[in-house]
T-cell receptor
Framework: DQQVKQNSPSLSVQEGRISILNCDYTNSMFDYFLWYKKYPAEGPTFLISISSIKDKNEDGRFTVFLNKSAKHLSLHIVPSQPGDSAVYFC?????????FGTGTSLTVIP | GAGVSQSPSNKVTEKGKDVELRCDPISGHTALYWYRQSLGQGLEFLIY????????KSGLPSDRFSAERTGGSVSTLTIQRTQQEDSAVYLC??????????????FGSGTRLTVV
């Protein structure tokens, strides 16, 4: 049973525009949410996290929004750059375990 | 080391053979995770080590899978009598104590295991 879902397997965005990546979860006990970025043949790298007690966290071009009532998480990248092209995973944690989504492949078109 | 190191980067093995995958976490990181990613799937939790505590093995898919962590540092994931469904990228991640929940874990580049 997939507790964290990324329903869009891919997304294409023009350079300079906003990229919005979405993530839904089912477990209301999750207390931390993270976004990872993965290039081919590399391990995922941590991007940004948010605690369940917050609804927004910003770091440079990256902003994560959390809507607990909807059990929905989103990552906004503004402005998008070609180097942002990668697979993005959202993850949620409770206790020791992280649950990952299946990823969204972002392509930023120059 | 500067990052999490995994070896080998690629492994092709015959069905029924045993394999060992190695992970060298970042020095001083007490938390260590193993995940695997099968084709088209998300990252699947396998096992978690935290310091000297008993590992959380709840994600291991069968008793053919085992892992150990020697001296609180290097970890080895062993798969016995490999099956074709074991083919996946096996990823190791480490973190300082429980900071990973907030600041993220550092992943290695993974071992791509192919069982033929």
């Amino acid at each position: 049973d997939q507790q964290v879902k990324q329903n869009s397997p891919s997304l294409s965005v023009q350079e300079g525009r906003i990229s919005i990546l979405n993530c839904d979860y089912t477990n209301s006990m999750f207390d931390y949410f993270l976004w990872y970025k993965k290039y081919p043949a590399e391990g995922p790298t941590f991007l940004i996290s948010i605690s369940s007690i917050k609804d927004k966290n910003e770091d440079g071009r990256f902003t994560v929004f959390l809507n607990k009532s909807a059990k929905h998480l989103s990552l906004h990248i503004v402005p998008s750059q070609p180097g942002d092209s990668a697979v993005y995973f959202c993850a949620a944690s409770t206790g020791n375990q992280f649950y990952f989504g299946t990823g969204t492949s972002l392509t930023v078109i120059p | 080391g500067a990052g999490v190191s995994q070896s080998p980067s690629n492994k092709v093995t015959e069905k029924g053979k045993d394999v060992e995958l190695r992970c060298d976490p970042i020095s001083g990181h007490t938390a260590l995770y193993w995940y695997r990613q099968s084709l088209g799937q998300g990252l699947e939790f396998l096992i978690y080590f935290q310091g000297n505590s008993a590992p959380d093995k709840s994600g291991l898919p069968s008793d053919r899978f085992s892992a150990e962590r020697t001296g609180g540092s290097v970890s080895t994931l062993t798969i016995q009598r490999t099956q074709q469904e074991d083919s996946a990228v096996y990823l190791c991640a480490s973190s300082q104590t429980d900071r990973g929940r907030r600041y993220g874990y550092t992943f290695g580049s993974g071992t791509r295991l192919t069982v033929v």
